[in-house]
Structure formats: C-alpha cells, structure tokens
C-alpha cells in the first residue's frame, strides 16, 4: 500500500504542473497570427473570382471564429470592413506590400493592414477596376503616388466614401 500510495504522490506533481501551465496559457495568445498565401485555387469571398487570375495587391482577414477569407481587391476587403453590418470579430488582416511584390501578379510579401500606407486615387488597375495601392512604408507609398496618382493614408483613414470614388486624392501624394 505504501508503494501504491507514494507512486500516486510521484505523479501528482507533473500531473499538477502540467495543469497549471494549461490554465495559464488559457489566458494568453498562444499562436502568432500570420497571412496564409492563397493558392491556385483560392476565390475572394465575395465575388468568387480566383486571386491569382488579376493584377494588384490582395487582402485576407482572420475571424476569431471560422476560417480567413480572402479578397482579390482591396476595396472589396474594405468594404467588407466599414460595413455596418460586419459585425464578426476580426483577429488580424493583411495585404500585400506593393513596395515587394509584382503588381501584374502579386505573390507573398503580406503585411499587417493596420499599419499598411494606402494609396487612394492612382491610375493603377486591379480586379475590379481602379483600386488602392498598399505599401509597408510611407516612402515607397509616395514613390508610387507620384508616378501613379493618388493621395497617401493609413488604415484607420479609409472611408466608404473613398471605397465609391476611387479617383479622390487626384496627384496629390501627401498624408491626409
């Protein structure tokens, strides 16, 4: 019995720890969010159309719940986000650093959307038409503002207003 007894006693203490790391890690963000890269058969949530078949930078938002979806344009991912009724917890969202990868087949080099520099307004052509431009700094935002068009603004600038006019910003290259 006294075998029996201090065998038990032996495998409580790793059984205990083990249970306490468990509880501990229950309240903290164990795994590091990260963009997923599409691939050849990927579609955007909304219309269906298969990334990889259009030019210019491409989106993806993380739920809390579910799996991440995907959009071949950015103002269709922000339409997506300044839609009233969106009401899904967002976890993360990325976009493509235009500054890295090829706008006529953009593949990689994705970026927190949060502190991505947009520009709104260029002459630039994505899979719907005119779309923004997404960039990881200021300063090759600018570059392409001045030779494509466009105004340069940040995550939390964007309005559904410019989702409507995309030309608004015209050559003007500065931060708003």
Request: hydrophobic letters at 40%; a positive charge.
């Given at each position: 019995m006294k075998a029996t007894s201090s065998r038990l006693t032996a495998l409580r203490?790793?059984?205990?720890?083990?249970?306490?790391?468990?509880?501990?890690?229950c309240g903290k963000e164990v795994v590091q969010l990260a963009a997923i890269e599409p691939d050849q058969g990927t579609a955007c949530a909304l219309d269906g159309?298969?990334?990889?078949?259009?030019?210019?930078?491409?989106?993806?938002?993380?739920?809390?719940?579910?799996?991440p979806e995907f959009f071949c344009d950015i103002l269709e991912l922000f339409g997506m986000l300044l839609?009233?009724?969106?009401?899904?917890?967002v976890a993360g969202v990325f976009v493509q650093d235009m500054g890295k990868a090829?706008?006529?087949?953009?593949?990689?080099?994705w970026i927190d959307a949060k502190s991505a520099y947009?520009?709104?307004?260029?002459?630039?052509?994505?899979?719907?038409?005119?779309?923004?431009?997404?960039?990881a700094t200021q300063s090759d935002a600018e570059a392409f503002a001045a030779k494509e068009?466009?105004?340069?603004?940040r995550f939390e600038q964007i309005t559904l207003q410019m989702l409507n006019q995309p030309k608004q910003g015209g050559h003007d290259s500065k931060m708003h």
């Open positions: 203490k790793p059984l205990l720890i083990a249970a306490v790391a468990l509880l501990a890690a159309m298969v990334l990889k078949d259009y030019p210019g930078p491409k989106a993806q938002i993380h739920f809390k719940e579910g799996a839609a009233p009724e969106q009401k899904r917890a090829d706008w006529a087949q953009p593949n990689g080099h947009y520009v709104v307004g260029s002459k630039k052509q994505g899979s719907m038409g005119p779309t923004f431009g997404t960039f068009g466009g105004g340069v603004h």
